[in-house]
Structure formats: structure tokens, C-alpha cells
């Protein structure tokens, strides 16, 4: 099925945004891109031409016109994550077309509800094994730094997803090589030009061995388990378990390496960086971190949480959406035109490169009353009942939504939820935290609190 025909434009051309001569509007965006791109929206309207020196870019915002990027004229925008395939290589998020279709058939029963169980035993493992180190930094009351606490357990958990038992005494190495491809990953998506990537700095000369010792012990691990044949019921295995319902074939070592890759990278520092976000607003809120205490107590009481708990556990979601709609992970996120196409009555070039914002349309007033203010409430059943679809969109949306969305809201509502049995989160003093948007969107210096343990 090709993409939608587009109808006439209403509007001869698009509002661009005032830059300078040549440069355009690239000072600004580079400067500070989330301020810039929602005062774009706010002066210029739902799509706004970007003159980036010598490239023009549309930001799209509105709701419908995200809908058309991402849903109704899917088609005729590829995501155009060339960067990234030395690193991932063709897994989900830089695939396209008829591949990734296939792809996406073959992976989305790893994602299933069942699955989904296997996994949250694993999530509320890791952080079980954890409370032992928090407690101590509780006793010496130690200004820990949340967001490094949540990466590393967010780690232990993705690893242990992807690979179960068969880490061994290597966890540490790989999870130093996954923090080093990771860092990579976020200076080739900034990067000023591709040839900044293969220059023999200490630092490519890193990742480039990092990136040798993960090729190796997965491929390893990969063909240990294919000679045995046993289901250790973790990722790797459905990923060799997995055959495409219409062909019948599996995957081949190098997809499934591809794979685990972009699991790894997308959805560990994402989920971390919302768990630190969603701390730093309940310390900040101390009724709202009541009630959810309350439902904890009225739900689980002093036992660890189960998947099973959930869905009687609103207001943790409730939570942890407001959190997401104000710092987004994926704050801003990019497509190209194939063909031109019209979005809400503007003309779109083929070739085009647009950019969608969830920060941008999460923070917009004419779709959010009193944006910037953190109240859980907007995700009740009534009034997310009264919103556009994509107003609010932190996993993307349409056929190339997050396949790993549903992993990671179990994953936060549980961690979340031992967490706040057990100890009260206090921000350290005198401590500004920005959002700062580099690959995701992170809290820079970074949340520092006090841990007290709970009685």
C-alpha cells in the first residue's frame, strides 16, 4: 500500500521562523533547542519552516499534523536513523519499509503480555538486590545522585531481560561496554559531520573496542544457544524462538545481535531518565507523593509489587504520564518526506526533513491548561477522554510506536513502587536541575537527593 495522495494546499507556503543570513535560526536551536522550538510553535503555528544554515526543516506540532507524520501518511516518512546502523545495525529503529514490517511481525511476540510477566519477576529482582546499597547510603545520609542510582539498576534489569543467567562474571564488563556504545550513540546523533566518527580519538578508539567485546559475547552467546537448544525464557531466546507468521523463517545471528542492540540502547537510558524526572517531581509535591503512598499501602501493602497489581494502581500510572508529558525522553524525534506532501493545509516538499517534538506539543497551551504545572490529575480517564490522540506522544505513535512502551511503564511502576515503600526522596538543596536534550532528555547537573529509609 503506497502513501495517502495528498489533497491541494490551503496555504502557499510555510511561516518560517527569523534567522540570521546563512546561519538561519542554528545559533538559537543549538543554543538552547527546547525554548526555541516551543516559542516557534507558540509565534508561528502548527507548522513552522526552520532555516538550520543551509538545510530547511519543518517542525510540526499540532496534534492532527503529528498524526499525519505518524499515523495516517506514515508511509511516506522514513525515520532516516543513519547514524545510528553502525551501532544497531537494521533493528527496529533504523529499519524501514518492507524489512522492518517483517521485523516488527517477528518481534512483537517478545513484547506479549505473558513475556511481559517473565520480565517484571526480573524487575522486581534486580531492584530487590539494590535496597541493601540505598539503605546504607540512607544510614550515612549521602547526597546520592538518582539518575546514576536508576541507570545502573535500569542496566541490571535490561541485561538480565536480554540474557538471563548466562552473564556470568562478565555483567560488569558489559554493562561498561553498553555505557560506552550508549555514549557513542549520543555524540553521532550531534555530531557536526559523519567524518567526526571515524577519527582516531581516544574516545572513538573506546567504543570501537566496546563495540568488539559486546559483537563477541553476544554472537557467543548466540550460537551456545542454538547448539543447546534450551529456552532459558529470556530475550535472546524469544528473539531465536521467533519465526515470521506469514513466512515461517526466523531470524539470522546478525538480526538478532541488530536486535538486542537497539533494545539495549533505546530503552535503558529513556526509562532511567524518566525515573529520575518522575523523583525529582514527587519530591517537589509532597501530596501528590502521599496519595500515591496511599494506594501503594492500599494495594500492596509491605510486599514486593507484581504485574498483577497494576492495573488497581491508577495513580502510579497517573504519575508517571504527567512525568513523561513534562520531560519527555524522546523529546524530539525526525522524519523525511518521500514524496511532498500537505500537512494541515502547507505545503511539504519532497526531501524534507520534519521534526516532531512530544516536549513541544506536551508543553503547548492550546492543548494542556497551565502546561509547566505537574499535576497527575490530566490522565484521569475523563480528561484524557477529552484530548487529541497525539497530544501527548512520548513513545511516538502509529505503526512505529515504541514496541518496548509497555516494558517500560511496568518497569517504572514497579520500580517506583519499591522505591517509595522503602525509603522518602529529599532533594539536596541549593541544586538547579535543567532539562538538557542530548539524545534523551536529561537532568543536568542531575537529581541529588537524601534517601530515608521508611519505618
Not at 545559533?27 to 516559542?39: E, G, S, V, Y
Not at 502548527?46 to 503529528?66: K, M, N, Q
Not at 517483517?102 to 517478545?110: D, E, G, K
Amino acid at each position: 500500500m503506497s502513501q495517502i495522495t495528498a489533497p491541494a494546499p490551503v496555504f502557499s507556503t510555510v511561516p518560517a521562523a527569523a534567522g540570521m543570513p546563512v546561519l538561519g535560526v542554528l545559533p538559537r536551536f543549538a543554543r538552547d533547542p527546547l525554548n526555541f522550538l516551543l516559542d516557534a510553535a507558540l509565534r508561528y503555528g502548527p507548522v513552522v519552516r526552520l532555516d538550520l544554515a543551509s538545510r530547511s526543516t519543518y517542525l510540526v506540532s499540532h496534534p492532527e499534523g503529528v498524526k499525519h507524520v505518524l499515523q495516517d501518511n506514515n508511509r511516506n516518512y522514513r525515520k532516516g536513523y543513519d547514524q545510528a546502523k553502525p551501532l544497531m545495525g537494521e533493528g527496529l529503529v533504523t529499519s524501514e519499509g518492507e524489512f522492518w514490517r517483517s521485523q516488527r511481525r517477528l518481534i512483537q511476540p517478545s513484547f506479549s503480555r505473558q513475556n511481559l510477566s517473565e520480565y517484571a519477576k526480573v524487575m522486581v529482582s534486580a531492584t530487590l538486590d539494590r535496597l541493601p546499597h540505598w539503605e546504607a547510603l540512607a544510614s550515612q545520609r549521602q547526597p546520592v545522585n538518582f539518575g546514576e542510582e536508576m541507570m545502573r539498576l535500569t542496566q541490571t534489569i535490561i541485561v538480565r531481560t536480554m540474557f538471563s543467567d548466562d552473564v556470568g562474571d562478565q555483567a560488569d564488563a558489559l554493562g561498561k561496554a553498553f555505557d560506552q556504545t550508549l555514549e557513542h550513540l549520543n555524540q553521532v546523533l550531534f555530531s557536526p559531520h559523519p567524518i567526526f566518527e571515524k577519527l582516531p580519538t581516544p574516545a572513538n578508539r573506546r567504543h570501537e573496542q566496546a563495540l568488539r567485546f559486546l559483537d563477541e559475547f553476544i554472537y557467543r552467546l548466540i550460537e551456545k544457544r542454538r547448539q543447546s537448544g534450551v529456552d532459558n525464557g529470556d530475550l535472546l531466546s524469544r528473539l531465536l524462538l521467533a519465526r515470521d507468521p506469514e513466512t515461517g523463517e526466523g531470524m539470522p545471528d546478525r538480526q538478532i545481535r541488530d536486535e538486542l542492540m537497539t533494545i539495549f540502547l533505546a530503552g535503558h537510558e529513556t526509562t532511567a531518565n524518566a525515573l529520575a524526572w518522575t523523583f525529582y517531581l514527587l519530591a517537589r509535591h509532597p501530596l501528590v507523593e502521599f496519595r500515591l503512598l496511599d494506594e501503594i499501602q492500599q494495594v500492596v501493602g509491605n510486599r514486593p509489587p507484581s504485574v498483577e497489581d497494576l492495573p488497581a494502581m491508577s495513580y502510579g500510572a497517573m504519575v508517571f504520564s504527567e512525568a513523561l508529558r513534562l520531560y519527555p525522553p524522546a523529546w524530539m524525534f525526525a522524519r523525511h518526506a518521500i514524496e511532498e506532501d500537505v500537512i494541515q493545509g502547507y505545503p511539504i516538499p519532497a526531501g524534507t526533513m520534519i521534526f516532531l517534538s512530544p516536549y513541544v506539543t506536551h508543553h503547548h497551551p492550546d492543548y494542556w491548561e497551565n502546561p509547566e504545572a505537574f499535576d497527575p490529575e490530566r490522565f484521569s480517564e475523563a480528561q484524557s477522554a477529552q484530548r487529541p490522540r497525539y497530544a501527548y506522544y512520548p513513545f511516538g505513535g502509529g505503526p512505529r510506536q515504541c514496541i518496548g512502551n509497555h516494558f517500560a511503564q511496568m518497569e517504572a511502576q514497579l520500580l517506583m513502587t519499591i522505591i517509595l515503600q522503602h525509603f522518602r526522596v529529599e532533594l539536596v538543596d541549593g541544586i538547579k536541575v535543567k532539562p538538557t536534550p542530548i539524545a534523551t532528555l536529561q537532568p543536568r547537573p542531575g537529581v541529588f537527593v537524601y534517601l530515608e529509609k521508611r519505618q
